[in-house]
């Protein structure tokens, strides 16, 4: 069975500081793997999505995601955190399975 | 907007009671799924349909269950409510329901029982 761990249910960091989301999953097959992004009282957005092509994925909002395989890993960065980013932030994998293994999230707060 | 239509959006009832939470995919899937997020459970599958046929099951419960009509709209039919039962379900989309696919939310339906 496949798992999501993310590491740091809450983080905070200052506005245009770098954002570091930890994700790491657990996957018998090769992963798919997808950031989604939850702003207050609305509907999960995709924020990017990872299907082997390349090993460094960008997104949307100035987001990219980096999948190591040594490391099982795939955290979301941004170089400069805007007020904006503020939102909770959810990896997922759909390895092996039609629907989607999430994280349980972590929340973004950002500083003025 | 993701072109994942849900309604309604908030949704307030009794324990006991049942309702039914409605979902339109986005144009030229045939995939749907039904996630529920709760704040002591995070986001979890309940279930999934393909062009009209249930193709996965999740931690959905028995007093729970879902259909996909023929023109691929969904619906999730929560009955016999218990306070439990309180939170957002997303209902989400993809082209072919293979893995891999990416899946497009919908904003989801607030569900209060009281």
């Known amino acids: 069975a496949q798992s999501v761990t993310q590491l740091g249910s809450h983080v905070s960091v200052s506005e245009g500081a770098l954002v570091l989301l930890r994700c790491n999953y657990s996957s018998s097959v090769p992963p798919y793997l997808f950031w989604y992004v939850q702003y207050p009282n609305q509907g999960l957005q995709l924020l990017l999505k990872y299907t082997s092509a390349a090993t460094l994925v960008k997104g949307i909002n100035g987001f990219e995601a980096e999948f190591k395989k040594s490391e099982t890993s795939f955290h979301l960065t941004k170089p400069s955190a805007h007020m904006r980013d503020a939102a909770e932030y959810f990896c997922?994998?759909?390895?092996?399975?039609?629907?989607?293994?999430f994280g349980k999230g972590t929340k973004l707060s950002v500083i003025p | 907007d993701s072109g994942v239509t849900q309604t309604p959006k908030h949704l307030i009832t009794a324990t006991g009671q049942r309702v039914t939470l409605r979902c339109s995919p986005r144009?030229?899937?045939?995939?749907v799924y039904w996630y529920q997020q709760s704040l002591d459970q995070g986001l979890q599958f309940l279930i999934q349909y393909y062009n009209g046929e249930e193709r996965a099951k999740g931690n959905i419960l028995e007093r729970f269950s879902a259909q996909q009509f023929p023109d691929l709209h969904s619906e999730l039919n929560l009955s016999s409510l218990e306070l439990g039962d309180s939170a957002l379900y997303f209902c989400?989309?993809?082209?072919?329901?293979?893995?891999?696919?990416?899946?497009?939310f919908g904003e989801g339906s607030w569900l209060t029982v009281v």
């Open positions: 144009s030229g899937d045939l995939s």
């Open positions: 989400a989309s993809s082209v072919a329901g293979q893995s891999g696919n990416t899946i497009y």
């Open positions: 997922a994998s759909g390895a092996g399975s039609y629907q989607l293994t």
